[in-house]
């Protein structure tokens, strides 16, 4: 992979990880207008580090609130930090499952099938469409909310099904507050993604070619350098602007790519 490339490809990541348009659907389709012919392995592994560097700028961004839950945390009492992270705790419960069963099946995903990103990208307008309907509320998440968007989270685990957009959409169809479901949906994924590169760093699966080392690297600063940009403007975007904006992108994209993967090769 191209240092280039790889730059393009993390900024891609850092500024779709934060809006409701997928970020592994637009990466898959960045590597196939790049010509990346990487095997679904190794285009997982280059996946999971921009997901990494996405996750530390989070961290960055919502400092206040990690140190916030950390401090309640740290007091071991059954006060409000302890119950949004147990919260936190259920919502991942699905996405663990299908990673530890089905990690197999999922990274055959990844292997540039643009049609599928296409109609996943469709089913994210759909969905963020109904849930622009939604009235708006002052509800917060519960526990059995919890679970019920961590199975958005698992099903967006598929390229071109957005992870923020079917969590924030499933969080505010339930009625829960936008603002509040935004603010759950972003903190919620920082565990998933430690402990994904933790479960790869002690199986072995992050052995990279020395030769992709420098992209990698590349890949990675400019997905956390465009994740810290977007995460403090686009956060203020998704909790203000109608979902039925990303809606019609999604919408626009998912058709295109769609109609590339039937017309567009020889």
Partial sequence: MEIIDAIILGIIQGLTEFLPVS????????????????VPEESLLFTVVLHFATALSTIVVFRKDVWEILRGLLQLQWNEEARFSLKIII???PAVFVGLFFEEELEAFFGGNIQLVGFMLIVTAVLLYFADKAKDTEKKVSFGNAFIVGLAQAIAMLPGISR???????????GVDKTKAARFSFLMVVPLIFGKIAKDIMSGDLTANGDNNIAMIAGFVAAFVAGLAACTWMIQLVKKSKLSYFAIYCLIVGLIAVGFSIWGNP
């Fill in 23 to 38: 970020s592994s659907g637009h990466l898959e389709l960045g590597k196939a207008i790049l010509g990346d012919n990487s």
């Fill in 91 to 93: 919502s991942m419960l």
């Fill in 164 to 174: 923020s957009g079917a969590t924030i959409s499933t969080s505010v169809l339930l």
